[in-house]
């Protein structure tokens, strides 16, 4: 569960939702008490406080198209010839929808470049 997902929980529970239905919770529910509605709106204003907010999506950068994904052994070859043609890491993992993390690590494993 990320922290974001957390913050929407609480203040689910703090304005008398069931997080796990969206049904308004009874009159007789604990998270209906008062001292627990503001105890709710605390944590929800202290997570929002260190940067979090339920509404804001994470920022994540997509990941490349192949990342993840298993080598063929004709990508393989395709890599190391581009490579030797001297094109570099970068470009490489672009043109092979990989991160550059990949590209380098795949040219590790074939002796191409050192760590």
Do not use: C, Y
Not at 31 to 41: K, S, T, Y
Request: aromatic share 2%; proline share 8%.
């Amino acid at each position: 569960m990320s922290p974001q997902q957390a913050l929407q929980i609480v203040q689910q529970l703090a304005d008398g939702i069931d997080p796990t239905t969206g049904e308004v919770l009874s009159a007789e529910s604990p998270f209906n008490q008062p001292e627990v509605i503001r105890a709710l709106n605390l944590a929800s204003n202290a997570l929002k406080a260190h940067g979090l907010d339920a509404k804001a999506a994470p920022t994540q950068k997509p990941r490349p198209e192949n990342a993840g994904r298993s080598w063929s052994p004709q990508e393989d070859a395709e890599l190391l010839a581009e490579f030797d043609a001297g094109i570099v890491p970068k470009e490489l993992a672009v043109k092979h929808g990989r991160t550059k993390g990949a590209i380098e690590s795949r040219l590790v494993k074939h002796g191409r470049i050192q760590r």
